[in-house]
């Protein structure tokens, strides 16, 4: 049985996310399709940390593939090979020391309560990452998103690309892309665009300084 937040949790997404299910999968196919899957080698292990309503780990091709979240509801949401580990991120993750080439987080640390916990994740990704394995992590960049950042109840921890890329610094990762300005802050109440939109979006860096409002860190466990 969820315990409290979790139920919580459960409640939130359904709130915020259920009534735009299929357009969220339909942006996201195009982000994988046209973005992210470049940064998958083939044949990869890759986990989805904070995973939700499984939109980017339903949508990209690997091998191995895992969801991690505590809406106890993302298990329903996510397709037949992908792995649900209903945790807590900041404890110890059971995956193998160097077992995943990549760690894709969308959106989710800032709904970590601090420093501390983001810290101990970040210590998990090194530890499951194989040498020259990735972490891909997006969010809103609160430099730019300024008050609207507190719209969500669960926003809990503000980050910008440079506190996030020196967190990841510290733990021995190496930064490979450090953007302050990707995609716009939320899907969340805004326009629904028709996904040919969002790849011409991705095309046009130019539109990112002007749109963007969510950074993109790329960082790299040194090879062995």
């Known amino acids: 049985m ?8 459960a409640r939130v997404y359904g709130n915020r996310f259920d009534a735009r299910r299929e357009y969220r999968r339909q942006v996201w196919l195009v982000l994988v399709e046209r973005f992210f899957q470049s940064f998958v ?27 991690m979240d505590l809406n106890p509801r993302s298990r329903e949401n996510l397709a037949p090979d992908v792995t ?16 995943l080439d990549l760690v894709f987080s969308s959106n989710f640390f800032e709904h970590l309560a601090d420093k501390t916990a983001l ?31 507190w719209d969500f109840w669960d926003h809990y921890l503000p980050l910008t690309e440079t506190s996030l890329g020196e967190g990841l610094t510290v733990r021995g990762f ?7 300005r990707f995609l716009p802050y939320t899907m969340v109440g805004a326009r629904e665009y028709p996904p040919w939109s969002v790849a011409l979006y991705l095309r046009l860096p130019w539109l990112w300084r002007w749109k963007g409002k969510q950074f993109l860190v790329i960082a790299r466990k040194p090879a062995a």
């Open 2 to 9: 969820p315990d409290i937040r979790q139920a919580e949790l």
């Open 41 to 67: 080698p083939k044949g990869a292990s890759v986990l989805d940390l904070g995973c939700g309503y499984g939109e980017f780990i339903n949508a990209v091709a690997a091998n191995k593939k895992w969801g």
């Open 84 to 99: 649900f580990l209903e945790q807590d991120c900041s404890m110890a993750w059971p995956v193998a020391e160097g077992e």
């Open 119 to 149: 810290g101990r994740t970040l210590e998990q990704v090194f530890r499951c990452l194989k040498p020259g394995g990735r972490i891909i992590a997006m969010g809103p960049n609160i430099k730019y998103t300024e008050g609207r950042y």
């Open 174 to 180: 190496e930064i490979e892309q450090c953007l302050a």
